[in-house]
């Protein structure tokens, strides 16, 4: 038997977190994704660091 690739469409809402507020200062906007069973609050303690008036 021969594989047959087919699609599937659906449609799905999901959550997101921001960290800092975007202002005149903001240099750098990430946009960053993480594992599954990873949630993002805890995956946002590893930006902490950045300056927040820039990112």
Known sequence: MENQ???VTYNTTNTY???NELHS???RV???FHGIGFLS???LNYLNDLP???N
């Open 25 to 27: 200062d903001t240099k």
């Open 41 to 43: 609050r805890f995956f």
């Open 52 to 54: 927040p008036n820039e």
């Open 5 to 7: 690739i087919k699609n």
């Open 30 to 32: 990430w946009i960053v």
């Open 17 to 19: 977190e921001t960290l």
